[in-house]
């Protein structure tokens, strides 16, 4: 299902959460049926089983988009290669550190 690029914007500001937003429109806009079809075509904690070489995974609790509640961390016990670390705070791809957010983040000091 196509949705119209007309009533699209006026219709996602309606929306309450990002969910509804994924549910009704992104979801059918990539020809998915429901939105846990999308949410699980997009999820990579079928293939963190298979990591052969180390992966670290740095989340934030915050994450509105990836929020704690879905980082598979419980996978670290049956895949050695996979470490997850879980800050309190950072959001959705927010971690930069100081004022200018053009300066190195944790990814570059990592």
């Known amino acids: ?3 119209s690029t007309q009533s699209t914007g006026e219709e996602v500001l309606k929306c309450r959460t990002v969910q509804e937003i994924h549910k009704k429109y992104v979801a059918p806009q990539h020809g998915y049926r429901t939105v846990e079809e ?3 075509m997009l999820s990579p904690h079928r293939q963190l089983l298979h990591v052969k070489i180390p992966l670290l995974s740095l ?3 915050d994450d509105v988009f990836s929020p704690e509640k879905s980082i598979p ?3 670290t016990e049956r895949n ?3 470490a997850f670390v879980v800050t309190a705070k950072g959001g959705h791809i927010g971690f ?3 004022v200018n957010p053009k300066q190195a983040g944790y990814n570059d000091t990592l």
Do not use: C, T
Request: no cysteine; charged share 10%.
């Open 59 to 61: 989340n934030a609790a």
């Open 1 to 3: 299902a196509v949705v």
């Open 73 to 75: 961390v419980h996978l």
């Open 96 to 98: 930069m550190e100081g």
């Open 38 to 40: 999308y949410w699980d």
């Open 80 to 82: 050695p290669n996979v």
